[in-house]
């Protein structure tokens, strides 16, 4: 399979490539501003769609994870808009009409947990216990908590619009918290903080972090197995899925939807870690 990932320099690209890339399965495009090192790489900026149409010629699949810098943040609530975040929608529209232009099969979007991220900003910190009895499946309708959250809700639901209206698959991966090896566990925001001074380990503030995190972390692993069940399947319309491990206490639950949709098995719980790593 011939596989386009916009984006492909982030943590998320990283993290396909880095269980995936080797796979003879598959045959990785990269499209990024930037050159990958030993990656095949389309330098080009998804709001430039002249610049991008050509990549998509020959492949089955795009995995759209390309962000304007900057424009990742949540914890701004208010109203305001900005010509990053307006880029930003740019993009999404180039890859889809792309995608549809070229006849690929499938488009898979890197949506975030943040499209219903209102469920936690209104049940914190409660929703970070095991019992909260707090839960947002796969019928929670978008209930964004920021204008970046917004952005995401837009991406899926123009998902849907060209699935329904056009010859193309659409999965809207809703993902929870996944970062780069150094801090793939779900100690890892908590130990980031510690490592830059901004967090003091075992405060209040570590503990926080890492019980949300211990709800909200996708593994890299998880995350990748995640995207070759959505590339591997041929029998969706559109669907979104909640990107996140098999957390014990995770408040994003639609596993058995995923399961027994696409064949999601994710082999990985933030209980059981009791500590960082050594």
């Avoid at 492909?8 to 990785?28: K, M, N, Q, R, T």
Wanted: some cysteine; hydrophobic content about 35%.
């Amino acid at each position: 399979m011939d596989v386009l990932i916009t984006g492909a320099g982030g943590v998320v690209g990283g993290a396909i490539l880095e269980h995936l890339g080797e796979d003879p399965a598959y045959s990785f495009t990269c499209l990024d501003t930037d050159p990958l090192p030993d990656r095949e790489t389309v330098v080009a900026d998804v709001t430039d769609y002249e610049a991008i149409r050509p990549a998509f010629e020959g492949h089955d699949a795009v995995v759209h994870l390309a962000l304007v810098p900057g424009t990742g943040g949540a914890s701004d609530r208010g109203l305001g808009w900005s010509d990053p975040l307006a880029a930003n929608l740019r993009g999404i529209n180039n890859v889809y009409e792309a995608a549809v232009e070229a006849d690929l099969d499938s488009i898979v979007f890197a949506s975030s947990n943040h499209a219903v991220g209102m469920v936690e900003v209104r049940n914190a910190p409660e929703i970070y216990t095991s019992d909260a009895g707090v839960t947002a499946d796969e019928t929670e309708p978008h209930r964004p908590d920021s204008a970046y959250g917004l952005t995401k809700s837009y991406g899926e639901d123009l998902g849907r619009l060209a699935a329904e209206a056009h010859d193309v698959r659409f999965y809207g991966l809703r993902i929870g918290a996944c970062r780069g090896p150094e801090y793939d566990h779900p100690y890892g925001d908590a130990e980031r903080g510690v490592d830059d001074g901004t967090v003091e380990r075992g405060s209040d503030e570590y503990d926080e972090q890492v019980a949300r995190m211990k709800g909200l972390w996708h593994s890299r692993r998880d995350l990748a197995h995640l995207v070759e069940c959505c590339l591997r399947d041929d029998t969706v319309e559109w669907d979104h899925f909640y990107g996140v491990s098999a957390n014990d206490r995770r408040w994003l639950d639609d596993l058995d939807h995923a399961r027994e949709t696409v064949g999601y098995e994710p082999q990985d719980d933030g209980e059981e870690w009791s500590s960082p790593p050594e």
